[in-house]
């Protein structure tokens, strides 16, 4: 499994680094750019939002350096954020990217499924490993943001 996530400014940065403690091989897409934002534009549906695009634009980018298996937030609210991966999954598939897709979803009444989604990503990583790994992350991102201000 080579996975890969949106990229959405220097959250890369913890997000990868806590993607690598849990073992995974991770394709990081390059940064958002004019031909991301081209092969988004050129596959999305027209009447579909910018982020949408350029979520779709990473993918394909890093589908063609490996990549073959999503891993993104999904959601409910007001945005249709939480709707992205079902559409941009088919969207891939259409235009012969079969890309495997794991969506966090916020758990709805039990965190079973959420667990599960978490036991798929870190295989056979025990929870300390788990917690270590997001608790690696969260400092990656706290530092991050430290910088960024």
């Not at 549906?45 to 979520?55: G, Y």
């Not at 609210?77 to 235009?95: S, V």
Request: aromatic share 8%.
């Amino acid at each position: 499994m080579r996975v890969t996530f949106p990229h959405m400014g220097n959250m890369y940065i913890p997000l990868k680094a806590m993607l690598q403690r849990l073992g995974l091989d991770v394709v990081v897409p390059p940064p958002s750019s004019k031909r991301t934002l081209s092969l988004g534009v050129k596959h999305g549906p027209e009447f579909a939002c910018l982020p949408l695009k350029l979520n779709l634009g990473n993918f394909i980018e890093a589908g063609e350096l490996g990549a073959d298996t999503v891993i993104m937030a999904g959601g409910c609210g007001p945005c249709r954020f939480g709707y992205y991966a079902q559409i941009e999954q088919a969207i891939l598939k259409d235009i012969g990217r079969d890309m495997d897709f794991i969506v966090l979803e916020p758990p709805d009444r039990h965190m079973t499924e959420l667990v599960a989604k978490i036991k798929q990503i870190a295989g056979k990583k025990s929870w300390r490993d788990i917690f270590q790994a997001v608790r690696f992350g969260y400092r990656k991102a706290k530092a991050v943001d430290d910088v960024e201000r």
